[in-house]
């Protein structure tokens, strides 16, 4: 049988973001800077040289020269030159089909086949950087007078929140279900039959009237210690701190506890709800901060972690009209600051919903439940306004 013709990429808004910030900058040939507030600095931009991509084992170098795009990649050498006016064009294209999927609350993957082919025309032949990737943009840019090469994380508002922790298997946190009087087998199954829109409140509001009571059972859903172990890099009780985090999150979220999200007030609330434990709150948000910063400059929760900083560049923030900035993050202290004020708790997306994700179940005649999570960023003020959603998912 005939092998399937390769069809059109495929890929979901905020893949599509990374291919349109790397067609932009191409286009642009500069990017506006922001200081340690992610305030954008009027009338700086940093120069780009070039831009790199490493795809199927060779680098392909885009320098831009005047109007010019050069493209330049292994033995081939001067491959072609290409108006920014053109790329420009598509960048603009590419942007506007983003925008219209969100405003049309349209999820999910989807193509452009005419983006595909330019972009193809261009040797780039994925949208995204690899999963395993914590850089997704390579670019030369001159900064005080000198030239660098640099990785860049970008996070895109464009088409909704961008997210700084993904939800996984590997972020199953498992708790050990536990009541007086041992919840049945019909009871059970009850609690894991309530669907709608409030799935996750009510199924937590059923357990909490069978009198359970939860507690993290200090393991992982798919039985490895790798998050855990990244956990315990930046701080020894972080895993049950996490642990405790996430429990309250979903116990409190619902109606009159709209930002119970957020990560500063969830660790607020935790102090009002545990004094004892969680009165004094600046102890656990340095530690929840330095956790929040390694997942931004490159921590990923399924690979283990050396320590290291993978993220050498920066971030770039792009708006949700298109506009992009780099914050090259020269103030760590502010940087996570930041990362606290304007991160939240999130349920996984639905698609995502694995590992038995808020279901109970049974394990030698004992119950458990899994919570899963992601964390995105909430919004990105900006000089003179502010862009923010607060939508809370469920």
């Known amino acids: 049988m005939a092998k399937k013709k390769d069809r059109e990429w495929v890929g979901n808004k905020g893949e599509w973001s ?60 001067r491959i072609t030159a290409i108006d920014r006016s053109v790329i420009e064009e598509q960048a603009e294209c590419l942007l506007k089909e983003i925008q219209k999927k969100r405003d049309n609350n349209k999820d999910g993957k989807f193509g452009m086949p005419e983006i595909e082919d330019f972009a193809k025309y261009m040797r780039v032949t994925t949208m995204k950087a690899d999963s395993d990737e914590s850089n997704d943009i390579f670019m030369q840019i001159d900064d005080t007078h000198s ?40 009871q059970m199954d009850e609690i894991n039959k309530i669907n709608g829109a409030n799935t996750i409140n009510n199924r937590m509001a059923k357990i909490r009237e069978y009198n359970g009571k939860l507690s993290f059972d200090g393991r992982f859903r798919n039985n490895t210690d790798i998050f855990k172990r990244n956990l315990t890099m930046v701080d020894r009780d972080m895993p049950e701190i996490f642990a405790d985090m996430l429990l309250h999150f979903y116990q409190h979220k619902g109606s009159g506890n709209e930002g119970i999200g957020q990560c500063k007030r969830l660790l607020e609330s935790m102090g009002e ?27 990923k929760p399924a690979t283990p972690w050396n320590g290291l900083d993978k993220v050498n560049g920066g971030f770039l923030f792009v708006t949700k009209d298109g506009k992009i900035l780099a914050n090259r993050i020269y103030n760590r202290n502010s940087f996570e600051q930041y990362l606290l004020g304007n991160t939240k708790f999130a349920p996984p997306s639905t698609d995502k919903r694995k590992g038995n994700f808020m279901k109970l179940y049974e394990v030698n005649e004992e119950m458990f439940l899994n919570l899963n999570f992601q964390i995105k960023l909430m919004n990105l003020q900006l000089k003179g306004g502010s862009e923010e959603s607060k939508k809370e998912t469920d």
Do not use: W
Not at 23 to 39: I, M, P, S, W
């Open 147 to 186: 030239s660098h090469d640099l990785g860049f994380s970008v996070k895109s508002f464009i088409g909704g929140l961008p997210t700084l922790v993904n939800a996984t298997q590997t972020t199953n946190f498992v708790y050990k279900v536990e009541a007086p009087q041992r919840l049945s087998r019909e």
């Open 18 to 77: 990374e291919l349109y910030v790397f067609l932009k900058l191409l286009a642009q040939g500069t990017v506006q800077a922001t200081d340690e507030k992610l305030e954008k600095v009027e009338n700086i931009y940093y120069p780009i040289n070039k831009m790199m991509r490493k795809e199927q084992g060779e680098q392909t170098d885009y320098v831009i020269k005047g109007t010019k795009v050069v493209i330049v990649g292994g033995q081939a050498g």
């Open 273 to 299: 709800h545990y004094p004892q434990k969680y009165g004094d709150t600046t102890l656990y948000e340095y530690k929840l901060k330095k956790f929040l910063c390694a997942c931004a400059l490159g921590m």
